[in-house]
């Protein structure tokens, strides 16, 4: 299947590369659009200082993956209603995000919310 607008969530974690990559693999074949993802689950109100730092680090990310980045994006809120309004709002039809397999990512993982809420096509990596 080939996709026109891949969403790739990151965390700006060192994960953060192989989930990139992971959306190039899709994005690739049909030349789409790529767009990467922040969103802040952990603070109501955003800082100047941080939105900057936050920017500059997907900038960071977009200009060393060698595939063009359609849009960097950053966001406060609950990642499942973030990603479903992106989705909604810029024709996206594959998000990709990853998943960690730990007792903590059991009890806490926003896949299931992404599943039950985002309407496209969802490619979960196993980030171990």
Do not use: W
């Not at 994960?15 to 990467?36: F, H, M, Y």
């Not at 359609?70 to 309004?85: P, R």
């Amino acid at each position: 299947m080939s996709y026109q607008h891949v969403l790739v969530t990151v965390d700006l974690s060192e994960v953060s590369k192989t989930l990139i990559d992971k959306a190039i693999e899709q994005a690739q074949p049909a030349n789409s659009k790529l767009s990467i993802v922040y969103v802040e689950t952990d603070h109501l109100r955003s800082y100047p200082d941080d939105e900057e730092r936050l920017k500059a680090q997907l900038q960071t990310l977009a200009d060393d993956c060698g595939y063009p980045v359609n849009e960097i994006i950053t966001v406060i809120g609950d990642l499942h209603m973030k990603v479903a309004g992106l989705v909604e709002n810029s024709d996206i039809d594959l998000v990709v995000c990853g998943h960690h397999h730990n007792l903590v990512s059991r009890f806490f993982s926003a896949v299931p919310k992404l599943v039950n809420t985002v309407k496209a096509d969802l490619l979960v990596v196993n980030l171990g």
